[in-house]
Structure formats: C-alpha cells, structure tokens
C-alpha cells in the first residue's frame, strides 16, 4: 500500500491500483454525503482533480495520483458516501486507475512514513 501527501491510498492488484482516502482524511473531513466519481474510460494525468466529494464540514477535490486510466468506480460509495467513513481502506474505495507510468509510485510515502507525515 503506498500513500499519497493529498491523503490518498493506492492498493495494486496487477497493473491496476485501487485508490481510496485514508482513514485520517475521514476523520477531518467527517461524515460525506455526496461522492461524484469520474467515468469508467477517463485517460487522467497526475494532479488532475477527478473526484468530488462533500462532507459536514467541506467540499473537496481528490486528483489522480497517477497518469492512467480509470477502469472502474465504486458505485456503491456513490449511493451510500459514508462507506468512505466506515472501511475507508476497504469498502470506501473511490476507483481503480490502470498506471500508464508506475515509476510514478516511487515517490509515494508507505505506511510509516504517511504516518510520520500526519503526526
């Protein structure tokens, strides 16, 4: 699992990551209640901003954290946005998204380090 400094999560399975927020992201944020994903197909680069989420306290923007293409979204979080508060790094998660630099990832902090980098 690698994170992002934007409090993004990346999952691979194969050559594709599965993207979420972290569980500290959902804790700042509290309870969504609006998710707008992008649509499966969507070529993104890195920093693009793809997602839209509302909370209680804010609305705010997820990017790509990669160059690729979205190969699937999670429409269930899109009809029940509190997945993301509940099993942020399981059920919550936003879209898959297929690398088309995985070089890009190197950069990414792994647990230790996103959790030096919140504290």
């Known amino acids: 699992m690698k994170y992002t400094e934007e409090h993004e999560w990346l999952r691979a399975e194969g050559d594709v990551y599965v993207v979420g927020i972290t ?4 804790e700042q944020l509290g309870d969504l209640v609006f998710v707008e994903l992008p649509e ?5 680069s ?10 209680v306290k804010a609305a705010s923007d997820i990017v790509a954290p990669v160059d690729g293409e979205i190969t699937a979204i999670n ?15 399981g059920e919550g998660w936003f879209f898959k998204i297929k690398a088309s630099d995985p070089s890009q990832l190197d950069a990414f902090l792994d647990e230790a380090g996103y959790k030096s980098f919140i504290s």
Do not use: K, Y
Not at 40 to 44: I, Q, T
């Open 23 to 26: 569980q500290h992201a959902t």
């Open 40 to 44: 499966v197909g969507d070529e993104v």
């Open 46 to 55: 890195q920093g693009d901003e793809i997602v839209v989420i509302e909370s």
């Open 75 to 89: 429409e269930a979080l899109v009809a029940n946005p509190e997945l993301a508060n509940s099993d942020a790094l």
